[in-house]
């Protein structure tokens, strides 16, 4: 089973590639170093709520969905209908 911060990890840079940004682009979107976002996406940190709602609004996701596993129907279609 995967652990909280490789799932964390995980969706973060997929959901920053389906928007076709970079590390660089969502720190500072986000209001952090790039430095801190890598270390989130190597899985060597774990932010803070706060953090982590504003990473979400960056991706334009729910923050729940950072944590999502499996992807979900819904969000399937979510990210098809984000493609128009």
């Known amino acids: 089973m995967a652990k909280?911060?490789?799932?964390?990890?995980e969706n973060i840079r997929?959901?920053?590639?389906?928007?076709g940004i970079t590390q660089s682009e969502?720190?500072?979107?986000?209001?952090?170093?790039?430095?801190?976002?890598?270390?989130?996406e190597q899985e060597r940190k774990f932010p803070a709520p706060e953090v982590l709602d504003r990473i979400a609004a960056a991706l334009d996701i729910d923050s729940s969905e950072l944590f999502i596993t499996s992807v979900s129907p819904q969000a399937e279609l979510k990210n098809y209908i984000r493609q128009f």
């Open 4 to 9: 909280i911060r490789e799932i964390l990890a």
């Open 26 to 40: 969502l720190a500072e979107r986000t209001n952090i170093s790039t430095n801190f976002m890598g270390m989130i």
């Open 14 to 19: 997929e959901y920053r590639r389906k928007i």
